[in-house]
C-alpha cells in the first residue's frame, strides 16, 4: 500500500499513540496524520464512546480529514486530532484535570508535531490548562489569557461563506431558501439565528429539548423530527458526525447539504450516491475551516481580526472553485476538494 493511499482502511498516519492516562486511568489516542506541510493541527474530543474502537476510528478519521482542512484552508500545517474516550462520560472536575494533565504529557512527547485546540466536549478554559502544562502547544485558550477564545464564531462565520457560494451555484443569487439546521449547538446556533434574521425559513432541532425555547425566541422552527427525511433547500448538519449513510444518502430530500459537522459521511462512497442523486454535498472539511483559520491567523501568524475575517470569508471562493470543477469534470465535490488540497498542499511554504 502507498503511502499516499488515502481510502478510509488506510492507516497512512505518521503516528499514533493510544495509552491509559498514568494519572486519570481514561484511554487517550492522539494521531498525527500529516506534519509534511508543518505541524499537524486539530481539536481535542472528550466524549465517550460504545467501545474503544469506534474512538480509534474516530482520531484515525478525524486526524486525517485535518490535513485537507488545513491544505484547502492554505495553513502551513497538517493534520492531527486528539480523543480522550471518557467511558462513562462522567469526568468530574478532579477527574478532567487529570485527564489533561495527561493529554498534555502525550502532547509535549510528541516534541512539537501535533497542536491541539477545543473541539466537541472541550473548552478555551481546557486549552489554558494544556497551554501551560505543554508550553505553548494548544490554541483558542481565553482572550483574556491571551489566546483567541472560542472559535464558535469563526466557524459559523466560515460555514455562512460557504453556505452563501454553494446555494449561489445550486440555486442562483437571491433564492429564498428553506434551511434545516441539525443541532442547536454553539455553531449551529450561529448559523441558524443569522440565516432567520436574513429572512429564510428555518428549521431545527436538538437532541438537547432544552435549546428549543431559545431557538422558538429567535423565530426559529422548532423540529423533534428527522431533518434529513424533511424537505429542504439547504440542510446543515451541525451535530455530531456519521449523518449520511449510504441508506440515508439514497432518501435525503434536500438539494444542497452543508454545514460544520466533522465526518458527515459514513464512508466515501456515500458521497457519490449524493452526486448521483444530484445532492449537491459541500466537504466539511472546507466548510468547517473558519475555526482553524481563525486561530492559526490570531495567534500564530499575527493577522489582524480584520483579516482573518478576509481569509475565513475566502472558504466561499474555495467552495465556488470546488463545485465548478466538479460540475465541469464530472466528478463528486469531494474529489474535487482533494485535487484541490494536493494543489494548495504544495503551494503551501514549508
Ligand atoms: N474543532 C476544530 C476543528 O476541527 C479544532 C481546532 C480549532 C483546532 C482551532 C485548532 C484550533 O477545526
Redesign the pocket.
Known sequence: MSRSDSSPDALDHEQLRVVRGRRSGVVIAVAVHSTQAGPA???CRITSYSHWRDGLDDVVRLSRA?TE?AALAGLPHGGGKSVIMDADAVLDERDRLLVLEDLAEVITSLDGAY?????IGSTPEDMEIIHGLTGGLA??RPESGGGSGN?STA?ARGVLAALDAAADHVFGTGADLRVGVIGYGSVGRLVADELAARGCAVTTGDLDGSRRAVAEAAGLTWSTEDLLGEEFDVLVPAAVGGLLSEERARTCRARLIVGPA?NQLTHDGVGSTLHERGVTWVPDVVA??G??I???CREELGLTEEETTRRITAIGATVTEILTDARESGTTPQTAARDLAARRRTAVPA
Open positions: 493541527i486539530g481539536g485535518m482542512k497542536l491541539t485546540g477545543p473541539d490554541f483558542c472559535s466557524t466533522n468547517s475551516a475555526g482553524i481563525h486561530a492559526v
